[in-house]
């Protein structure tokens, strides 16, 4: 068993790890608590319900995505441009080594819970629709940037940084679906076509 | 009851309406049959389990997204690239209809499942990534015909295709996150740049 001041963290762990290798009605709390180590009354010690350990496994992921994907993608050291597609190649680098330890591409925590969840639990729709709100404040920042540097045209920022997260999250879905990581790689030059794009205002 | 005759068509139909509303694991045997006005005795008469109804599911909508979408929207009635834009704009008119009726925008069918299962189940997998392969086939014939046209340079048009799937499943997945059906058509244009872009050959 692990101590108490450990158990909130390890159930969060064990509900990202279970929740991504299968899904969410594939967990069930018992085997939550077995992975984790602790006692299902621990559990609701920390937590309400399996929805509540999940918006905190949410939140926790998205601090973790900003820092491992979004923060070192889209630092200042490249162009915009080549900040957006390294998105792309960092997201094959976070993929990779579940990847090689599961066997299977287990894809975007957001996006899973998003498409399974949606049309079901309003709480973790919004959670997931805040976390991707702010992905595309992130990104349209450096759609602007570009567009202040002339590396792309006059577009409206807000919709193609829209259309780059649209993007981002179907080709890790199709990388999902062919378990094949590295599509993420083979795929991630279209964005800065997207970026490019977007809806030009001087050419409508 | 319905009368046996009926009742594979009828089961079929009810696997669609219910795992689109919920999930796949969000409906048991028990509420397929329920909904389809059928004993459980006889879902064994036509399906083994719950996965053979749902591969036959899948690959009857393949034939309606095919009939609903694709062949309409890539009918030689436009230029090619309009054609592709044109997918966006019908799987709007797809969606309408049961988002008004749900309140829900539902997704597309085969990237619901796709993400809830493809890391627990391979036949399911297998027969959604065959259903990509086809439609990313039909449009890639699209992209040549653009290529041809002059209307996108020498672009891998294999490349272009996939990443459009990937653009239009991404569109799909962020208007179910944020439960705005209209961001299909918002977006819809950002995929004639992802189409001449691709990876162009000519200037790589």
Redesign the interface.
Known sequence: MARTSDAKERLLASALTLV???????VGVQQLCEHAGIKKGSFYYFFKSKQDLMLAALAQQSQVIEQMIFTPALAADLSPLERIERLFHLTYEFQKPMTQE?G????CFF??L???????DEPI?HC??RV?RAAVASIRNTVEEAIKAGEVPEVDAQ??A??I???????I??A????EAE?LK??A??V???A????KKTNP
Do not use: C, H, M, P
């Open positions: 991504s290798e299968r899904s969410y009605a594939g599961t299977r591409v287990l894809g996006g899973n998003a498409l399974e969840l949606s049309t079901q729709r997931i629709d991707f919709a193609t829209e259309a997260l649209a993007y981002w999250e179907g080709v879905l199709l999902k679906v062919r378990n599509l083979k795929l030059g279209g800065k076509e997207i490019i794009a977007g809806k």
